[in-house]
C-alpha cells in the first residue's frame, strides 16, 4: 500500500471484469491517497463503479470516471489535455481495454469484428500508450511508471476460430517486448500479463450477447474470476522499483494451455 500511496492509476476498459476487479482491488490495496482514473464506452458503470470504491473504502480513494474509447483515435489524443490539471501525473497505465467479436474461421470472418478487434486491442493499446508515455519520460532517471498490457494466452497461442483475436493479442505482446527494450535506459517497467479462461462479460461479447452460448464456454469448468487476475495486476505494480514482473501467465487450475481444459462431467 505503501508503494501506491500518492499515485494515480488509469485503468482503460473499467466498466466491467478485470479492469473494474483492477480498481476495486487497487483502492482496497490503498484506500489512503489514491487517485483512480476509470475509462471506457459505458459511463454509467462507471459511476457505479466510483460510488462503490467510495462505500468501500471512504474517501482516500478520489475516482475519476471518464468516458473514453481506446478506439477513436482523436479522443485517445485529446484525452490527457481534457483531464483536470490535478489528475495528469499519471504513474501506472493499465491498458486493459479489449474484446474478442465471433468464432469465425477465414475467409468467413466479419469484415467488422475484424477492424474492431484490432482497432481496440492493437491500435488502441498503442495511442493509449503514446498518449501517457510523455509524461512517465518527464520523470527522473530518463522516467518513471508503469505499463501493464493485458494481452492473453490467445497472444502466445493461437487457436481455430480465434485466429483475429489471437493475433491481436500476439500483436500486443510484440508491442510490449519491444517497448520494455526501447525504454530499457529508463526506470520506466513494462509490464505483460497473460489471462487464460476468465468468466467476465468477454464471453457473452465474442457470442454478440448471447448468453447461454457464453456459459456453455465455462460448461464443467471452474474459470478465474476477474478478482483473481486484478490480484496480479495490483501485485505487479506494488513491487519495489527495481523489480519488474515483466510477463505472467495465469491459468485456472483445468487449463493447460488454449485449448487444453479438463471439464467434469
Ligand atoms: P469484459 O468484456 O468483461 O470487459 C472488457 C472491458 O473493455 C469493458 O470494460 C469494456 O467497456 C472495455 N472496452 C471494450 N471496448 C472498448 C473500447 N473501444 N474503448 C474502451 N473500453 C472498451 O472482458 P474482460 O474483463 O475479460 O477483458 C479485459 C481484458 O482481458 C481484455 O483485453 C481481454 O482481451 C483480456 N483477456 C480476457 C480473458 C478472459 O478469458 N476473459 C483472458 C485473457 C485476456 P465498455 O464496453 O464500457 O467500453
Ligand atoms: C481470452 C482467452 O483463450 O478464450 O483471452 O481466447 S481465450
Redesign the pocket.
Known amino acids: 500500500a505503501k508503494r501506491l500511496s500518492g499515485k494515480t492509476i488509469l485503468i482503460?476498459?473499467?466498466?466491467?471484469?478485470?479492469?473494474?476487479s483492477t480498481a476495486l482491488e487497487f483502492a482496497r490495496t490503498s484506500p489512503q491517497n489514491l487517485r483512480l482514473i476509470l475509462?471506457?464506452?459505458?459511463e454509467d458503470?462507471l459511476r457505479e463503479l466510483r460510488d462503490q470504491i467510495r462505500e468501500e473504502v471512504g474517501g482516500g480513494v478520489e475516482v475519476l470516471p471518464v468516458k473514453?474509447?481506446?478506439?477513436d483515435a482523436d479522443a485517445v489524443r485529446g484525452f490527457v489535455g481534457n483531464l483536470p490539471e490535478e489528475w495528469r501525473d499519471i504513474n501506472v497505465l493499465v491498458n486493459?481495454?479489449?474484446?474478442?467479436r465471433g468464432v469465425d474461421r477465414a475467409p468467413e470472418i466479419k469484415e467488422d469484428d475484424i477492424n474492431v478487434m484490432f482497432a481496440?486491442?492493437v491500435t488502441?493499446l498503442i495511442n493509449m500508450t503514446q498518449a501517457i508515455l510523455p509524461i512517465f519520460l518527464k520523470r527522473p532517471e530518463g522516467g518513471q511508471g508503469d505499463i501493464i498490457n493485458?494481452?492473453?494466452?490467445?497472444g502466445r497461442e493461437s487457436y481455430p476460430g480465434g485466429s483475429i483475436y489471437c493475433a491481436s493479442?500476439a500483436a500486443v505482446k510484440s508491442f510490449t517486448d519491444s517497448l520494455r527494450k526501447e525504454l530499457i535506459a529508463s526506470r520506466v517497467r513494462v509490464i505483460s500479463v497473460?489471462?487464460?479462461?476468465?468468466?467476465?462479460?468477454?464471453s457473452v461479447?465474442r457470442f454478440y450477447g448471447d448468453k447461454s452460448k457464453a456459459d456453455a464456454v465455462y460448461a464443467g469448468c471452474t474459470?478465474l474470476t476477474?478478482d483473481d487476475i486484478a490480484e496480479v495486476i495490483v501485485f505487479t505494480a506494488t513491487r519495489p522499483e527495481n523489480v519488474v514482473v515483466a510477463d505472467s501467465l495465469i491459468f485456472p487450475n483445468h487449463q493447460a494451455s488454449a485449448t487444453i481444459m479438463h471439464r467434469k462431467g
Do not use: Y
Open positions: 482503460t476498459g473499467a466498466s466491467s471484469g478485470i479492469g473494474r475509462t471506457a464506452r459505458r458503470a473514453l474509447d481506446v478506439s486493459n481495454a479489449g474484446l474478442v481496440t486491442n488502441g493485458i494481452s492473453s494466452i490467445a493479442k497473460d489471462p487464460g479462461q476468465v468468466e467476465t462479460e468477454f461479447v474459470p476477474p
